[in-house]
């Protein structure tokens, strides 16, 4: 069963434009949620965690329980944001992580 | 230092070949994680370890894949007889706690093993 569901392969957006990757994912429990990104020619990395409630690079991603969503979104894309994002969901027993497929971020100049 | 790093970058295999992938974690990690990344997917999970125990596999598919990390630190993944299916990118990561822990923590990747069986 599909845990996590990123419903766009590919997104573009100009420069200073806002952005949201969308995410959604279904599991009983308490999941973890996390967005990881790969920018091009790089290994994949994490951006944030939804339990830091953080703000990376500008962006940052709230969990909503009742629409089990956890999308990403910045005010003001950069073109440095171009990216490959994944929302990856850390199951109950810790040691499993499901992966969304994934939204290509294009940052249009 | 050094990050988690992976051998061979790119195999080739013909098919029915046996392969090993192999996997340097950061040092001191506790946990490594292995997964499998088809073309326009995102990364699956096959298989963790605590240290040097297989705690979970669950995500092997088939019984031609088997992993190993004798000594808690490199791992190998095995293929073996590879199929065509088993073409893609193997993600190696660690992390430095241990994943059933109550807290959150960071895996980090390897660049990852590009397999293509022919």
């Known amino acids: 069963a599909q845990r996590v569901t990123q419903p766009e392969k590919l997104l573009s957006v100009f420069k200073g434009a806002p952005v949201e990757l969308k995410c959604n994912y279904s599991y009983s429990g308490s999941p973890e949620l996390f967005w990881y990104v790969q920018y091009s020619r790089q290994r994949l990395q994490l951006l944030l965690r939804?339990?830091s409630r953080e703000s990376i690079k500008g962006f940052t991603a709230d969990l909503n329980k009742g629409e089990t969503s956890f999308h990403l979104k910045k005010p003001f894309a950069q073109e440095e944001d171009s990216a490959m994002y994944y929302c990856?969901?850390?199951?109950?027993?810790?040691?499993?992580?499901?992966f969304g497929t994934g939204t290509s971020l294009t940052v249009i100049p | 230092g050094a990050g988690v790093s992976q051998s061979p970058r790119y195999k080739v295999a013909k098919r029915g070949q046996d392969v090993a992938l192999r996997c340097d974690p950061i040092?001191?990690?506790?946990?490594l994680f292995w997964y499998q990344q088809a073309l326009g997917q995102g990364p699956e999970f096959l298989t963790y370890?605590?240290?040097?125990?297989?705690?979970?596999k669950s995500g092997l598919p088939s019984d031609r894949f088997f992993a190993e990390r004798p000594e808690g630190s490199v791992s190998t993944l095995k293929i073996q007889r590879t199929q065509q299916e088993d073409s893609a990118v193997y993600l190696c990561a660690s992390s430095f706690y241990e994943a059933s822990g109550a807290s959150s923590y960071e895996q980090y990747f390897g660049p990852g093993t590009r397999l293509t069986v022919t």
């Open positions: 370890f605590q240290n040097e125990a297989q705690l979970d």
């Open positions: 939804h339990i």
């Open positions: 990856a969901l850390r199951a109950n027993t810790g040691n499993q992580f499901y």
């Open positions: 040092s001191g990690h506790v946990s």
